[in-house]
């Protein structure tokens, strides 16, 4: 399965739907070329791709447009498989979100952006 890290001419020669490489644009722009990386057929559907942490290939997140309003994104956060997970806490889905907030919850997930500091 062919691995690339994500830059904008990565990006634009994706066999994905406009959709999904604008999302992929938008997260490059925010955090910087090679920030991530993804899988360019995993999987294959164009309305879906996986992206994961470029120096942690178990830590990733699936993202598709397909079910979902126009304009909007699901995502499925996968953890790497350690003894103690438990599988309520790191099977979790997001579906119908925004823009904004799919750029975030990936940012986070991937450990991609640092968190504010609260008092």
């Given at each position: 399965m062919p691995v690339?890290?994500?830059s904008p001419a990565s990006i634009w020669s994706l066999p994905k739907e406009k959709a999904i490489k604008h999302l992929?644009?938008?997260l490059n722009q925010r955090l910087g070329d090679d920030a991530f990386a993804?899988?360019?057929?995993?999987?294959?559907?164009p309305r879906a791709i996986r992206v994961?942490?470029?120096?942690?290939?178990?830590?990733?997140?699936r993202i598709f447009t397909f079910g979902q309003n126009h304009g909007r994104y699901g995502l499925q956060l996968?953890?790497?498989e350690l003894p103690d997970n438990r599988p309520e806490l790191t099977n979790q889905?997001?579906?119908d979100?925004?823009?904004e907030r799919t750029l975030e919850i990936i940012a986070i997930h991937l450990d991609l952006t640092e968190l504010p500091d609260y008092p």
């Open positions: 690339q890290v994500a992929l644009l938008a993804f899988c360019v057929d995993d999987p294959p559907d994961f942490h470029p120096h942690e290939l178990h830590l990733g997140v996968e953890y790497p889905d997001g579906e979100l925004p823009l």
